[in-house]
């Protein structure tokens, strides 16, 4: 499989609940992103990640809680999420974060009830 | 702060017709800029990107976009659009290590 793949696709959870977004990339890249896309909102940076070392994260609340194992997977630990949490979150990667292209994931759509 | 504003929120055209969206950007330093497009239950994906060299970037289906540094803007163009280029379109700009995208260009191509 190639690309950039992100499991589940859907999630709908309530706001007591601890799920994990899970991020895959097999294109050999060093670098992976967390965004978080809402209706109308540009696209947020969450979280950066090079070499497994986080090198950003953009005051994101604490109940977002990202892991990189390793250069080829990112999750995303969600816990005590708020309904306002919901929305689109993409993941990216790339070859080093010095503007080269960045390859998306499909997304997990994500529903806080 | 570093940003992006694209001044389209929703374009509908017909097919043949001209398309030209905006993209303006604020970073007084060198940028990378780039559009990305996302059609219809796909990925994001890039169209083009523009680092250094001819202000005129091409890129894939008949897209181009052009870096005019005074205006800060990176206009994202096609002569002819036809139906399949329904999309949405997100302008971004890495300034110093951090990539800013716009809100989005919803494009709507009637046949």
């Known amino acids: 499989e190639t690309g950039v793949t992100q499991t589940p696709r859907h999630l709908v959870m309530g706001m007591t609940n601890k799920k994990s977004l899970k991020c895959e990339q097999h294109l050999g890249h060093n670098a992976m992103y967390w965004y978080k896309q809402s209706a109308k909102k540009p696209l947020e940076l969450m979280f950066v990640y090079n070499f497994k070392e986080q090198t950003e994260n953009n005051s994101v609340p604490s109940r977002f809680s990202p892991e990189c194992p390793n250069s080829s997977h990112l999750f995303l630990h969600l816990h005590t999420l708020q309904p306002e949490d919901s929305a689109l979150y993409l993941c990216a990667s790339s070859m080093g974060t010095s503007g080269n292209e960045q390859f998306f994931g499909p997304g997990t759509r994500l529903t806080v009830l | 702060a570093q940003s992006v504003s694209q001044h389209n929120h929703h374009v509908i055209l017909s097919e043949a017709a001209s398309l030209e969206l905006g993209c303006n950007y604020s970073y007084g330093g060198t940028v990378n800029l780039f559009w990305y497009v996302q059609y219809p239950g796909q990925h994001l994906q890039l169209l083009l990107k523009?680092?250094?060299?001819?202000?005129l970037v091409k890129g894939i289906k008949g897209f181009e976009a052009e870096f005019i540094k005074s205006k800060f803007s990176f206009n994202l163009r096609k002569p002819s659009v036809q139906w399949s280029d329904t999309a949405e379109y997100f302008c971004?700009?890495?300034?110093?290590?951090?990539?800013?995208f716009g809100t989005g260009t919803k494009l709507q191509v009637i046949p």
């Open positions: 971004a700009a890495r300034g110093y290590q951090k990539v800013t």
């Open positions: 523009y680092f250094s060299g001819d202000p």
